[in-house]
Every structure is written in structure tokens, then in C-alpha cells.
């Protein structure tokens, strides 16, 4: 999870343990690690279900009973792990569809009668500001002003960052994601040509309106125009599958760069593909063939919109973002958290 990875010491047994967990959209991961001097993190637990909430979602009755009970197992089984370690904090937050659905806060209160999580709903200015802090941890920090995009299950989240600023000036969340692009236009594989079309009118219309507040805030000089940095499953599965990893090792993801080029002709790809050529594509996680399609797009769109040739993956994001303010018992608000981490990866 970092860029210079290393045999974690003998004396993190007696380092204090913090955990994370991020309930999204489409996958719920958790983090759990120890932190024997300040600034160092050695991760010893590191998970990613795919839960897949956003399945059938509908406005008027919320998240299926399906996807909670798919969920409600995963968190059990997770609550059972993680409190094996006996952290000191947990830090958890819910985002997306279970925000925005009717139902999400009894499915989280039944979570926490079952596991005993405490998971809170995250707001859309939360979510984007934690999400910063994470990616910051691990970012080589280009000259400039940023722009952060966490590219979920079915929000889009979007952080302006001025040169040197460890908090936005300003963010923004979009209602569309991997799975709910999916479940509304690219649900059959190969894509047919006119999904495709209209899967980017969709995004291109939600995306107006964050061009222009950009774009406005940046004086409509072109010069000033943010560098774009994404993070989260579809950004992290690209690089992935860039790099033909057979197996993730996320510290190898943080600060890859991703054409425009590449991301349109793996969009083209992809629309061409049935559902079992994708899952042999290397570096294309289990699970996520169905919506990578989806999510590619928004990526490509976000690139045209801002007329970018390229973007900065980062693998840590939202879940490295909590564990940051769980560590720290301050809120996102705060700006703390802002000097680069130090990632021990402890291997088995």
C-alpha cells in the first residue's frame, strides 16, 4: 500500500491496532492495521467482499432484501475477524446507495444488532473529504491544483484541492457510480452501440455541471486546469488490469498514470466483450466484469470533460481516509492527516 514496501518489525506485536471498514456500493472492505510510531501503518488484516447492495436497487423501495442479507453475512463474518484483533478504534462509514436508499439506515441498524458495528452514514461532503485525505496519504503530489475524483458503485465523488492545501475548497457528489451506469444502461454483454450512446449522454449531462463549477473556479484558464487523480474499485481495477497483475498488490497501483488514450480503447474493448472474456482479462477482479464497463466510461467521460490526456491513480482513498480519523479522533474537517504515510506491508 505503499511505495516502498517492507518486512514489518518484530515490534509492531506490542503497537496499538486501529480498523476501518467502508460499506459501499458494490464491495465492503476493512482494514485493520497497527501503528507502531507515528506516521507508520502496518497493515495485518486487508479484505474487499463483493457485496453488491446496488443490485436491484430501486428508488421507491431501496436497497433488496437479496443484497442486505448478501451483506449482512459478509459483516458478520468481518465484525468476527476484525475484533479478533481488538482495536483500539473502529472507524466505519456507509456510502452511496445506502445513503440514498429509503431503506439504508434499518439495514445499517439491523447490521448492528447481528455484528455490532457501529457503521454511520456518511455524508456526500464527508465521503469526498475523507476520501481526499486517504489519497493524499499516498500521493506524490503533482504542482498545481488537484482534482480528486472517488469513482464508486453508484456516487461519484469530486474534490478540488488547491496547490499545497490539505482540505477541498470545494466538493461535489454525483448519483452515479460502476453498478447503478450498469444496472441502467450496460446490462448486456457485449454493450450494444446504442447503450453505449446513451450511457454518455447520461453521464455527460450529470457531468456539466461540475465542469463549469471547476472550470469557474480555476478562471476558465486552461493552464489552471486541475490535475486528475482517481481512486476507488474501477480506477484501481484499470491501473490493474494496465499492469496485467494476476495477483492485486495495492501499493503498486499508488500513483500510476493512465492515459485518455488507453482509457478509451479499453472502453471500446470492453463494449466488445462478453462477460467471460472480460473475467480472463488479467488484473480484472472477480466479481467486477459485470460493471467495469460502466465504470471505464465514467472515467473516460470525467477525462473529455476536462479535457485531461491522463490521471494519477491512487489505491488508498475512503477506507484509508477513515482509518486516518479514527486514528487521529479528529474529524474530516480538520485538515489533519495531511503528511505522507509511511506503508509497512507485513507479508504472510
Given at each position: 500500500m505503499g511505495a516502498n514496501p517492507r518486512n514489518a518489525p518484530d515490534s509492531t506485536d506490542s503497537a496499538p491496532c486501529h480498523a476501518a471498514l467502508d460499506v459501499g456500493s458494490h464491495t465492503i472492505r476493512?482494514?485493520?492495521?497497527?501503528?507502531?510510531?507515528?506516521?507508520v501503518l502496518v497493515p495485518i488484516l486487508q479484505e474487499r467482499h463483493i457485496a453488491r447492495l446496488a443490485k436491484d436497487y430501486?428508488?421507491?423501495s431501496g436497497l433488496s432484501r437479496e443484497a442486505m442479507a448478501r451483506a449482512l453475512s459478509i459483516l458478520q463474518g468481518v465484525a468476527e475477524r476484525v475484533e479478533a484483533f481488538r482495536p483500539r478504534t473502529i472507524r466505519a462509514g456507509a456510502t452511496g446507495v445506502v445513503r440514498r436508499a429509503v431503506n439504508g439506515r434499518d439495514f445499517l441498524r439491523r447490521a448492528a444488532e447481528v455484528?455490532?458495528?457501529q457503521v454511520p452514514v456518511l455524508t456526500e461532503d464527508e465521503e469526498a473529504l475523507l476520501s481526499l485525505r486517504g489519497m493524499l496519504g499516498v500521493l506524490?503530489?503533482?504542482?498545481?491544483?488537484?482534482?480528486?475524483?472517488d469513482l464508486?458503485?453508484?456516487?461519484?465523488?469530486?474534490?478540488?484541492?488547491?496547490?499545497g492545501a490539505q482540505v477541498p475548497c470545494w466538493t461535489t457528489s454525483l448519483f452515479v457510480g460502476a453498478a447503478v451506469l450498469t444496472q441502467q444502461f450496460l446490462e448486456r454483454a457485449p454493450a450494444p452501440p446504442e447503450a453505449i450512446r446513451k450511457a454518455r449522454r447520461h453521464v455527460r449531462?450529470?457531468?456539466?455541471?461540475?465542469?463549469?463549477?471547476?472550470?469557474?473556479?480555476?478562471?476558465?484558464?486552461p493552464d489552471r486546469w486541475p490535475v486528475l487523480v482517481g481512486t476507488a474499485g474501477t480506477v484501481t481495477t484499470l491501473a490493474a488490469m494496465r499492469l496485467g497483475m494476476r495477483g492485486y498488490v495495492p501499493y503498486r497501483i499508488n500513483n500510476q498514470r493512465l492515459s485518455a488514450s488507453w482509457v478509451c480503447r479499453t472502453v471500446e474493448r470492453l463494449s466488445a466483450m462478453s462477460?467471460?472474456?472480460?473475467?480472463?482479462?488479467?488484473?480484472?477482479?472477480?466479481?467486477?466484469?459485470?460493471?467495469i464497463l460502466g465504470g471505464a466510461l465514467i472515467v473516460e467521460e470525467i477525462l473529455a470533460a476536462f479535457e485531461a490526456e491522463q490521471f494519477i491513480v491512487?489505491?488508498?482513498?475512503?477506507?484509508?481516509?477513515?482509518?486516518?480519523?479514527?486514528?487521529?479522533?479528529?474529524?474530516?474537517?480538520?485538515?489533519?492527516?495531511?503528511?505522507?504515510?509511511t506503508w509497512e506491508i507485513k507479508w504472510d
Open positions: 476493512v482494514l485493520v492495521v497497527k501503528v507502531p510510531e507515528p506516521g430501486e428508488e421507491p455484528t455490532g458495528l506524490k503530489r503533482p504542482e498545481g491544483p488537484l482534482l480528486a475524483f464508486g458503485g453508484s456516487s461519484t465523488e469530486f474534490s478540488l484541492a488547491m496547490p449531462v450529470l457531468l456539466g455541471p461540475v465542469c463549469r463549477a471547476v472550470k469557474s473556479a480555476m478562471g476558465h484558464r462477460l467471460e472474456q472480460r473475467r480472463r482479462i488479467p488484473g480484472l477482479e472477480a466479481g467486477r466484469e459485470d460493471i491512487t489505491d488508498a482513498g475512503l477506507l484509508e481516509g477513515l482509518l486516518l480519523d479514527g486514528i487521529t479522533r479528529q474529524g474530516p474537517r480538520t485538515g489533519a492527516g495531511g503528511v505522507p504515510l
